[in-house]
């Protein structure tokens, strides 16, 4: 079971980091992806990281701004969120899976609930 957690409401410019853990699992096993769905739109992908760290997808409209990186110590995944722009509103999901699938949603087995971000002045 994957949790995202960390959303929030910032204002633009501001930053935010999103954690996403898992219980019963080790996330250093698995590539993660967050995806993000803002209010009419379909869901789309942010970034992924691959098992080993050799691999990650980055969408164009988040590129330069938002990173993603490992704890496997307390078997966590952020994403950081730098100069967030009113665009960047939505809820952010995390996903697990064997393999990076880029923004291929329906690729990835393992789905969390969502934490909503909100940026807004």
């Known amino acids: 079971q994957l949790v995202e957690s960390g959303g929030g409401l910032v204002q633009p410019g501001g930053s935010l980091r999103l954690s996403c853990a898992a219980s019963?699992?080790?996330?250093?096993?698995?590539?993660i992806a967050w995806f993000r769905q803002a209010p009419g739109k379909e869901r789309e992908g942010v970034l992924c990281?691959?098992?080993?760290?050799?691999?990650?997808y980055v969408a164009d409209s988040v590129k330069g701004r938002f990173t993603i990186s490992r704890d496997n110590a307390k078997n966590a995944v952020y994403l950081q969120m730098n100069s967030l722009k009113l665009e960047d509103t939505g809820v952010y999901y995390c996903?697990?899976?064997?393999?990076?699938?880029?923004?291929?949603?329906?690729?990835?087995?393992?789905w969390g609930q969502g934490t909503q971000v909100t940026v807004s002045s």
């Open positions: 019963g699992s080790t996330l250093e096993n698995y590539a």
């Open positions: 996903a697990a899976d064997p393999q990076c699938w880029g923004d291929y949603d329906v690729a990835y087995e393992y």
């Open positions: 990281i691959s098992p080993t760290n050799t691999y990650t």
